[in-house]
């Protein structure tokens, strides 16, 4: 089976992170750059699935140069090889033109499975598995908690705020997957040093046959127009016992709702 | 605190820096509640096999990774700086791994490495007797082959990983008195008459089982020999100067802990409006320490060369396990009192520290033997 994984570098959730004020692009340059989260669980979900059933595991990536750090870092993990799409004309892309690169690279790969998280930490905006679906022609299993694969069926247990759905589809198809789905494993020290070894294909927009002015900042469909840093935390609401404390903070937990 | 390291290769970077992320992931969060309850973390010892970072020092073919003993010490060294007790059971069980992986056939080499450096099987090292610890040349513990199989009795003591290991290499006497009459036998822990005894109540380490052993007629096969006869007491030596700097390391690293949280505790606390590092009597009292733990790492790393490039080590070694852990009884001690009654208390770990640094100096030979090997070398 050939599985094809979707790796972005993020900023670190848990450092500061800014958009940029020219732009209004993320800051990567100021900020500490990391593979994002939930991608580890798509990893190790690909690395599982091949490892039971033979195949193949290549990693996706669009970024600048820089995110070949991130890159050699998943392939520690155990990935067999990665494709690197970078150029500057990228820079700013939007969702839309982000899947547009995305599906022009995956058009030069065989897979039987596409897998991703299904979200990025710094986007957040969870349409790329329904995108990249729609402009490949394949189905898309959105918030996986658990994945099946038989055959080509791969059945899902789609991950809801009341429960989980049960989908199914033929491959090749786009599975994208929540941080329940498993427990991505560290990298070994072997891996890190047979990562450094395992080859990355760089493609350039013109090696993916994209116009460069229908991506990046140039051909995005949204705009940032004015951004503000969220304010600072207040002090929150004291409440001082004078001899009624108690009923006061069950006052307050009441009109909020907590009790 | 980051501590700058010149490290031999890029490799030797990644492996320090996989081995932070790990100390801080797995180890850090379970240290004082698995120290509290008693709990010997098997699992996390698993993770580090599994990562490759059992049996560092071992060749690649059966699993190790060929690193010099200058990078092995640094990751026991930042591992003891998170967990005391996993460190000391990584070098326990690296001790373990080495009269097979040094002295073996290739057969139990290849039958046995490749599962204890990746972590399913962790091994234990059964040297010391009840009656005599430092004078090991004088054990007691006896092995008669008959037929095909040893039958060894006696009693070992102060097992670390007693009644949890996989294997034990066996110090026991097959020949006459003294250190030729020593042979090493590596036995499964389900050797018939192999008992592990009730663990012992430690003041530190408490995740890390210690007990005796009891052989009650334990039948070893006698091709889990290691080496031929009577060469036991040289690889029990070998192993032990090797052993004394996965101490001194692990001493380094406790030492580095309870600096660093002194530190920070002096930096946050106030007293009279003023931070308490600020106070000349602790501002250099913190640095007397920090000092002694870079004094110390110093040692242990310039010993390790020394062994890396062929050189006898052997009383660097002692010199570095005696400074190493004396100076890491006197750091944590001194962390607590940094602290005040706050350092006495479960609630900071530096009283926990300061009792595991206790035990640095008494084990892989205590600090009086250390002194001992020293001052014989002057005298000689």
Redesign the interface.
């Known amino acids: 089976m050939k599985i094809v994984v979707l790796v972005k570098q993020v900023p670190d959730s848990g450092s500061e992170r800014s958009l940029r004020a020219d732009d209004g692009t993320v800051d990567r340059a100021s900020a500490s750059n990391v593979i994002n989260e939930m991608d580890e669980y798509a990893i190790e979900e690909a690395l599982k699935i091949a490892e039971a059933q033979g195949g193949e595991v290549t990693l996706l990536t669009m970024g600048p140069d820089a995110a070949t750090e991130s890159i050699r870092k998943a392939l520690s993990m155990g990935p067999d090889g990665a494709v690197h799409v970078t150029d500057d004309a990228l820079h700013g892309s939007c969702a839309l033109g982000t899947s547009k690169v995305l599906a022009a690279a995956l058009r030069t790969l065989e897979f039987d499975l596409v897998l991703c998280g299904a979200e990025s930490t710094d986007g957040r905006t969870q349409t790329m598995p329904h995108m990249l679906a729609e402009r490949l022609g394949v189905p898309a299993l959105t918030g996986a908690r658990k994945l099946t694969v038989e055959g080509s069926t791969l059945t899902v247990e789609r991950q809801t705020d009341e429960g989980y759905e049960v989908v199914q589809a033929t491959g090749p198809a786009i599975v994208s997957v929540w941080d329940t789905i498993n427990e991505p494993?560290?990298?070994?020290?072997?891996?890190?040093?047979a990562a450094k070894k395992k080859p990355i294909a760089t493609k350039s927009l013109a090696d993916l046959g994209v116009e460069a002015g229908e991506v990046g900042l140039a051909g995005a469909t949204s705009k940032v127009l004015s951004s503000a840093k969220r304010p600072a935390r207040s002090g929150g609401q004291k409440v001082e016992d004078s001899g009624n404390g108690g009923a006061d903070l069950v006052a307050y937990l009441s009109a909020e709702k907590f009790v | 605190m980051t501590v700058e390291r010149i490290l031999p290769t890029e490799?030797a970077a990644?492996?320090l820096e996989?081995t932070t992320?790990?100390a801080d992931a797995e180890l850090a969060p379970r240290a004082a509640a698995f120290e509290e309850r008693g709990e010997f973390p098997r699992e996390v010892l698993r993770?580090l096999g599994?990562?490759?970072?059992l049996g560092l020092p071992y060749e690649e073919k059966y699993g190790g990774?060929a690193q010099p003993y200058e990078v092995y010490l640094q990751v026991l060294e930042i591992l003891a700086s998170r967990w005391l007790t996993v460190a000391e059971a990584v070098s326990v069980h690296t001790l373990a791994c080495y009269p097979v992986a040094m002295y073996g056939s290739e057969e139990l080499k290849a039958r046995f490495l490749p599962d204890a450096v990746g972590g399913e099987l962790l091994g234990a090292y059964c040297l010391s007797e009840p009656a005599g610890g430092s004078d090991a040349a004088n054990l007691t513990t006896k092995a008669v082959l008959d037929g095909d199989e040893y039958v060894v009795n006696g009693t070992k003591a102060w097992i670390t990983h007693a009644g949890e290991a996989d294997f034990y290499n066996v110090f026991c006497r097959t020949g006459g008195p003294g250190p030729k009459g020593i042979s090493c036998l590596f036995a499964d822990a389900s050797t018939p008459g192999l008992n592990p005894q009730k663990r012992e109540r430690t003041m530190g380490l408490t995740g890390s089982p210690v007990a005796q052993v009891a052989l009650d007629d334990a039948r070893v096969p006698a091709d889990r020999l290691v080496g031929g006869e009577g060469i036991g007491f040289t690889i029990a030596m070998s192993a032990l100067d090797a052993g004394r700097l996965g101490i001194a390391a692990c001493a380094v690293g406790l030492a580095q802990a309870a600096l660093d949280y002194a530190v920070e505790y002096a930096k946050g606390r106030e007293q009279f409006n003023t931070r308490i590092i600020d106070f000349q009597g602790l501002g250099f009292m913190l640095a007397d320490m920090a000092t002694q733990v870079s004094a110390a790492r110093a040692m242990v790393l310039a010993t390790a060369r020394l062994r890396d490039n062929g050189r006898p080590f052997s009383v660097e070694a002692a010199k570095a396990k005696l400074f190493a852990t004396d100076m890491a009884m006197k750091v944590t001690t001194d962390a607590v009192q940094v602290l005040g009654g706050y350092g006495y208390v479960h609630d900071h770990p530096v009283e926990r520290y300061m009792r595991e640094a206790k035990l640095l100096q008494i084990v892989e030979g205590t600090n009086q033997i250390q002194r001992l090997v020293i001052s014989r070398s002057l005298a000689k």
């Open positions: 494993r560290y990298p070994s020290f072997k891996g890190i040093m | 490799e990644a492996l996989l992320e790990l993770t599994r990562a490759g970072l990774a």
